[in-house]
């Protein structure tokens, strides 16, 4: 039989060229970041207080870009997702265990790393969790997102305004966490309690129970040990009171050498969290400046001249009505400005009031920005009107309980 020709093949046409376009976030990071250029070059701002802002916000700026590098890294060695896999084995099925431990991974990752690498690492990690216990995954996405924001307080590597806070009123780390541990404690009970009622119970599986996942074993062993170890000397390094900068920096190090050694493809300036530093720096220049034509003094009005415990709940009112305005960190900035350094009760309850209020609007903090854009990314839509009344309701309850545990303390 003759051989049938077969007739080449039209050449497959070339695949679209993806156009590259900028996140919403990087233009709100080049924008913030121009107009405190423009503010401190044009004169807005003076020279002095330029360079003061400057000087206080560089040791943040060396937190900030090695933390995130160094909570990307042990994202990428496997930290997370054997956590959230043995958390998911030693529930063992229950569905009220889950929440506890998925609840207690969160407020821990929150208060040893800060709240951005909880909304940015841990939530991918629970989403496929989800996905895996054929589970809803709403539950687990609200539990990252809460306590990335409520969790915050402890220490002062927990969330940029703490090491502000910290730093002004001149409380060393282990100073700063027995006057916040009480906070710290009725905050997070208070976010466990919505929690449960508002999400998990609601969204429970048949019998509360489902079926447990496989235990995950990381690609490379090595890279996974090196990067806890990287992570727990961190934290070593803050209990001992070693400075934060350094701490995260020495902690990087050690894990940058075994990612050389064992995976250097991995390591690219992508890693380096440019848009963030650029937010946080134009953010400090821009609130400078703001305060020196009329902000101070409309904050000031806000915050009032009370004393004692009025004081202290109007300060923590004032914080959550303003970071939900605009944003926790200009918050923060703009009511440390008029409250005096000695003021140590009214600077901390504003502090609670930015670091848990941040909750009933999704611009409020950048971890609930950057939490909403990785959901977008996994594919799950959290309904956004229980959502908002939720998170409302937290933002007050969990505020004022976290101000009068304060007081108490």
Not at 54 to 81: K, Q, S, Y
Not at 314 to 341: D, I
Not at 392 to 409: D, E, I
């Amino acid at each position: 039989m003759k051989p049938v020709a077969v007739a080449d093949a039209p050449p497959s046409p070339p695949e679209p060229t993806r156009r590259w376009r900028p996140h919403p976030l990087d233009l709100v990071a080049v924008v913030l970041a121009v107009a405190g250029a423009a503010c401190a070059l044009g004169g807005l701002l003076p020279r002095a207080e330029t360079a003061d802002t400057l000087h206080r916000i560089l040791p943040l700026l060396l937190f900030l870009g090695t933390v995130i590098v160094l909570a990307e890294l042990t994202a990428v060695a496997g930290v997370f997702d054997v956590l959230a896999s043995r958390l998911a084995g030693a529930a063992r099925g229950s569905w009220a265990a889950l929440f506890l431990l998925c609840g207690g991974l969160a407020a821990l990752t929150t208060i040893v790393l800060n709240l951005d690498t909880t909304a940015v690492l841990l939530t991918p990690v629970l989403l496929p969790l989800a996905r895996s216990l054929r589970v809803p995954a709403g539950p687990l996405a609200v539990t990252t997102v809460w306590l990335a924001n409520t969790a915050s307080l402890l220490l002062p590597v927990s969330n940029l305004t703490n090491m502000l806070a910290a730093d002004r009123v001149g409380l060393p780390p282990l100073a700063y966490a027995a006057r916040m541990a009480l906070p710290q404690a009725a905050a997070v009970a208070v976010t466990m309690t919505l929690l449960w009622y508002a999400w998990w119970r609601r969204e429970r599986p048949a019998g509360g129970r489902f079926d447990p996942p496989e235990r995950h074993v990381p690609a490379d062993p090595v890279l996974y040990r090196t990067a806890l170890a990287g992570c727990l000397l961190f934290v070593a390094g803050i209990l001992a009171g070693v400075e934060i900068g350094v701490a995260s920096t020495v902690a990087l190090a050690l894990v940058l050498v075994g990612f050389l050694v064992r995976s250097p493809a991995t390591l690219r300036p992508a890693l380096v969290p440019v848009r963030l530093l650029l937010l946080v720096t134009g953010l400090f220049l821009v609130v400078q400046t703001l305060g020196r034509y009329g902000l101070d003094d409309l904050v000031a009005r806000l915050l009032g001249t009370d004393g004692g415990a009025a004081g202290a709940l109007r300060a923590g009112g004032t914080g959550a009505l303003l970071a939900n305005a605009v944003n926790n960190l200009p918050a923060y900035l703009a009511g440390e400005s008029v409250l005096p350094a000695g003021d140590e009760t009214r600077l901390l309850a504003l502090l609670i009031g930015t670091n848990i209020g941040p909750l009933a609007a999704p611009w409020a903090s950048l971890a609930t920005l950057l939490w909403f854009e990785r959901c977008r990314a996994a594919g799950v839509t959290v309904p956004m009107r229980r959502f908002v009344l939720t998170s409302a309701l937290l933002a007050v309850t969990g505020t004022f309980a976290a101000v009068g545990a304060l007081l108490v303390s």
